[in-house]
C-alpha cells in the first residue's frame, strides 16, 4: 500500500513539474482506501485547473455517474481531477448512535470525509488545498453532503452544485434514512434539528451553490431545493447562490445530465484566476 501512495504522489509531483514546462501527461487513475473505503481517483489527460468532490446517491456506486452520464468526460475534458468516495448508504450524518441500524454502521460519516478523506488527499496528494480550484458536486443524497461539507468545511471548496438533494430531515419525520440513523424523531428531536440538519445550520454556509430540482421527482420533493435556497439566498443574497427548478423533470440522469453544462459554467465563474 505505501509503495502504491508513493508512485501516485511521484507522478502527481511530475505531472505539475511538466504543466510548468508547458507540457501535459496523463496520471493514472487509481482506487486508494482511505480509512476503510475506497475512493477513485480519476485524472485529466490535459493541464489540471482544479478538482471535484464528486458525491453519489444514496447506494449508488461510486462510479455510477460515469457509467450512466456524461459528467465525468466532461468534467475530464475541463481539466479536472475526479475525486470519487464509495458513500454507499451513507446520509453524511455527522456520528453514528446506539440506534443507528447495525448495517448502516459500516459506511462513512460527514467526519470520515472532513478528517480522512480531505486530509489523505492534502497530505498524500497535495489535492482539495486550501487556494486551489476545489468543489463539491452531489445528486440526490450527494446534494444534501455537499450542504454539509459546505457547512463543515473552511476554506477549502470556493463553489458547489446538489442536483435533486434534501436539506432538511423536519419536513418528512417517517424518512426511513433519517430514522435509520438518527432513530426516530420523537424520541431524539434534537438529532433531527441539530447540527445534521442543513437547513437550520444555513447560517455557517460560506460558498456559492449551484441547485437544481426537477418539479416532477417523485423521490424528493422540489420543495427541499427551493427552501434550502430561499434560506440561503435570503441569509447571504450576494454570495451568488443560483436555483434551477424544471418543469416536467424527474429524479434520474436525464435531468441531472441536462444541468451539468450550467454546473460546469457556474465552478468557472467562481475559479481562481
Not at 418539479?215 to 450576494?238: A, C, E, H
Amino acid at each position: 500500500m505505501g509503495k502504491k501512495i508513493n508512485i501516485i504522489i511521484l507522478l502527481y509531483l511530475v505531472h505539475l513539474n511538466l504543466l510548468a514546462q508547458g507540457n501535459s501527461t496523463k496520471i493514472p487513475d487509481r482506487t486508494i482506501t482511505i480509512s476503510g473505503i475506497k475512493t477513485e481517483f480519476l485524472f485529466p489527460h490535459e493541464n489540471i485547473s482544479g478538482s471535484i468532490l464528486v458525491l453519489p446517491g444514496w447506494n449508488f456506486s461510486r462510479t455510477d455517474i460515469c457509467e450512466n452520464s456524461e459528467f465525468c468526460n466532461l468534467a475530464l475534458k475541463k481539466g479536472y481531477v475526479l475525486i470519487m468516495p464509495d458513500m454507499q448508504k451513507s446520509v453524511y450524518a455527522s456520528q453514528l448512535y446506539p440506534e443507528t441500524r447495525n448495517d448502516w454502521r459500516s459506511f462513512p460519516t460527514l467526519t470520515w470525509v472532513i478528517d480522512s478523506l480531505i486530509s489523505y488527499c492534502q497530505k498524500e496528494l497535495k489535492l482539495l488545498l486550501p487556494g486551489q480550484n476545489n468543489f463539491l458536486f452531489g445528486i440526490s443524497t450527494g446534494g444534501r453532503g455537499v450542504a454539509m461539507i459546505s457547512i463543515y468545511s473552511e476554506n477549502i471548496f470556493i463553489a458547489g452544485a446538489a442536483l435533486s438533494g434534501d436539506y432538511n430531515q423536519l419536513a418528512d419525520t417517517s424518512d426511513n434514512l433519517m430514522r435509520g440513523y438518527y432513530g426516530e424523531f420523537f424520541k431524539f428531536p434534537e438529532r433531527w434539528k441539530g447540527k445534521d440538519n442543513p437547513l437550520m445550520n444555513a447560517n455557517k454556509l460560506k460558498i456559492p451553490l449551484f441547485l437544481a430540482h426537477g418539479k416532477s421527482d417523485n423521490i424528493v420533493p422540489f420543495n427541499q431545493t427551493l427552501n434550502f435556497y430561499d434560506t440561503i439566498n435570503k441569509l447571504n443574497p450576494g454570495i451568488g447562490h443560483k436555483i434551477v427548478l424544471k418543469d416536467n423533470a424527474g429524479h434520474n440522469y436525464k435531468f441531472w445530465g441536462s444541468e451539468y453544462n450550467e454546473v460546469f459554467d457556474f465552478f468557472q465563474e467562481h475559479e481562481e484566476k
